[in-house]
């Protein structure tokens, strides 16, 4: 057995056991599939994962950057009470579209808006609505633009609340200090954003599974 098969094994395991799919969740994968979406959703144990998160933080808001088909949002939806809001951000018009009739079918259309165009064009405007903070953010966007989303998250929560950043392995890529990748470059700045901005306080995880290789990190905002 190869290594890759053995964390698939251990996923389809912990995911059967822990986080089973359901009509809705299968649909949305397979929606966004026949779509033509990338297959870069998160894994059902990581769905998890972020709704047990928002859970933990009795969240009432949360801030998505990088809806792709609305898998993860489907998640992080469910966590929300009934008064509970979403606002997810999607780049792309086609994701969004999908996106849209899998947060439907979920039920969540009334929770969970999803917002059109470059989330650094869009993130502003959201400002200066002047929201109520968001609980927990969770970012899973272009990887270049890492450390400006984290910027806004910074602004757009309260001390208490949780930022999550996806992706920050970079299959081992990030380590080299000397890279020209520019989503390791962004991942680097948004970690060292993370250790040193002075109303963080983060770590980072790596893991490996379905998804291959990768890990994420965390933030609470401080007071």
């Known amino acids: 057995m190869t290594e890759s098969q053995l964390w698939n094994d251990v996923d389809d395991y912990f995911t059967t056991l822990l986080a089973p799919a359901d009509d809705t969740l299968t649909a949305a994968l397979r929606d966004s599939d026949a779509a033509g979406l990338p297959p870069i959703a998160v894994a059902p144990n990581q769905g998890k994962l972020l709704q047990l998160l928002a859970q933990i933080q009795g969240a009432r808001r ?7 088909g609305g898998y993860s949002t489907i998640w992080l939806g469910r966590a929300l009470p ?3 809001r979403l606002i997810t951000f999607e780049y792309d018009p086609k994701h969004a579209e999908v996106a849209r009739g899998n947060l439907a079918r979920a ?3 009334k929770t969970a808006e999803v917002r059109v165009g470059p989330a650094l064009e869009t993130l502003p405007k959201l400002a ?3 929201p109520e903070p968001f609980d927990l953010v969770f970012i899973d966007a272009d990887k270049v633009n890492n450390p400006h989303y984290v910027e806004w998250a910074i602004k757009l929560t309260r001390p208490g609340s949780l930022i999550v950043l996806d992706n920050v392995v970079r299959s081992g890529q990030v380590t080299d200090a000397d890279s020209t990748d520019r989503s390791v ?3 680097r700045a948004a970690l060292e954003l993370f250790a040193s901005h002075p109303k963080l ?5 790596q893991t490996v599974g379905s998804k291959g290789y990768d890990g994420f990190a ?6």
Not at 201 to 205: L, M, N, P, Q, V
Not at 218 to 223: E, I, K, P, Q, Y
């Open 201 to 205: 306080s983060a770590t980072a995880i």
């Open 128 to 130: 200066e609505e002047n």
């Open 62 to 68: 949360i801030l998505e950057i990088g809806t792709l």
């Open 107 to 109: 039920g969540l259309d």
């Open 218 to 223: 965390l933030a609470r905002v401080l007071d």
């Open 185 to 187: 470059r962004g991942t």
């Open 82 to 84: 009934a008064d509970g």
